[in-house]
Nanobody, 123 residues
């Protein structure tokens, strides 16, 4: 199973980026796929998640109203559209998938991880 994250880069505050997570090797029908991020010196935190089948979404408070998670089942890809970016959004963003039970907000409940893509927001 591979989760290939891409789309990160350098952007000015107020700008937008779209992250991509391409999934290969298995399907996650009925399971959530999510995005987490880790800023320098900080713990990894939840950003957003989407159920592969139903499309149900959950967002961290910091992402609500600015970020949108979506998926394209035909392309086996999950997206994170990030608008109105702030310097505090600077982090390595990871996509993750899970077949485990438990809270979707907890990274320990995700058993497949991508390699991360760096997002840098300048002020």
């Amino acid at each position: 199973v591979q989760l290939q994250a891409s789309g990160g880069g350098l952007v000015q505050a107020g700008g937008s980026l779209r992250l991509f997570c391409e999934v290969s090797g298995r399907t996650f029908s009925g399971y959530p796929l999510g995005w987490f991020r880790q800023a320098p010196g900080k713990e990894r935190e939840f950003v957003a998640t989407i159920n592969w089948s139903s499309g149900s979404t959950y967002y961290a408070d910091s992402a609500k109203g600015r970020f949108t998670i979506s998926r394209d089942n035909a392309k086996n890809t999950v997206y994170l559209q990030m608008n109105s970016l702030k310097p505090e959004d600077t982090a390595v963003y990871y996509c993750a998938a899970r077949t485990l039970s438990g809270s979707v907000y907890y990274d320990g409940n995700y058993d497949y991880w991508g390699q991360g893509t760096l997002v840098t927001v300048s002020s």
